[in-house]
């Protein structure tokens, strides 16, 4: 089966870091990573999300060209899901929505993780229109842009393990990681505490399978 991860930033290191990822967890699926080359460099808040949506639309003749099975939006916000959606020859998830899920699954109560404060209100958003709001605990911001968390560190690390132990604090029983840059970042957290963190790319690149699985490889062909 083939699961294509749609970047919807301009940033080509954060489509090889979500790649690498989500090889790691599925290693049975063939993974490419695209890029929205005319993208903002990081989603950052929802006009930077309106910015994008164009781009990731362009991107769905060659998807359906290329024989994917499932197509995975690899930005936290689930940037144009709807919009891709319903234009999209075959299924389409967002790496939030596949991070919500696994942590609702796996903890009941979970809390988020993110960047900017900005980027809150389009996460509980998207929390509310997948009936995921009352399982999660809170969105914590821990003030770091995108493209730092990308580049991780060790006061990167610190400064998100601070936010966790927070949530944990709050009665989380689960921690997602909210943002694609933190994907190469979650061994390092989850050394950091006794709960489990979900890492958005790897839980997308399972459930994609799951879906070209229950669906059938090659039954998004039909329009």
Not at 52 to 57: H, K, P, S, Y
Not at 170 to 189: K, P, V
């Amino acid at each position: 089966m083939k699961l294509i991860f749609m970047n919807p930033n301009s940033t080509e290191s954060m489509t090889r870091q979500v790649v690498e990822a989500a090889r790691a967890a599925a290693p049975e699926a063939e993974i490419l990573g695209w890029t929205n080359t005319g993208g903002p460099p990081a989603i950052e808040g929802p006009e930077h999300g309106r910015q994008a949506v164009a781009g990731l639309m362009a991107m769905l003749p060659a998807a359906r060209a290329a024989g994917a099975d499932v197509l995975v939006i690899a930005c936290f916000d689930d940037t144009g899901l709807g919009e891709l959606r319903a234009a999209a020859h075959c299924p389409v998830i967002g790496i939030g929505q596949a991070a919500y899920h696994m942590a609702a699954l796996v903890a009941g109560r979970f809390s988020v993780v993110t960047t900017l404060a900005v980027s809150v209100p389009v996460l509980e958003d998207n929390l509310g229109r997948y009936g995921l709001a009352t399982g999660c605990v809170s969105v914590r911001p821990s003030g770091l842009p995108v493209l730092a968390v990308e580049k991780g560190g060790a006061a990167v690390i610190a400064r998100l393990a601070e936010e966790m132990q927070a949530a944990r604090a709050e009665g989380a029983g689960a921690i997602a990681l909210g943002c694609a840059g933190m994907c190469g970042l979650r061994g390092a957290l989850a050394a950091l505490t006794d709960l489990p963190v979900i890492d958005g790319v790897a839980a997308a690149a399972n459930l994609g399978q799951a879906i070209a699985r229950t669906v059938g490889a090659g039954a998004g062909d039909a329009a």
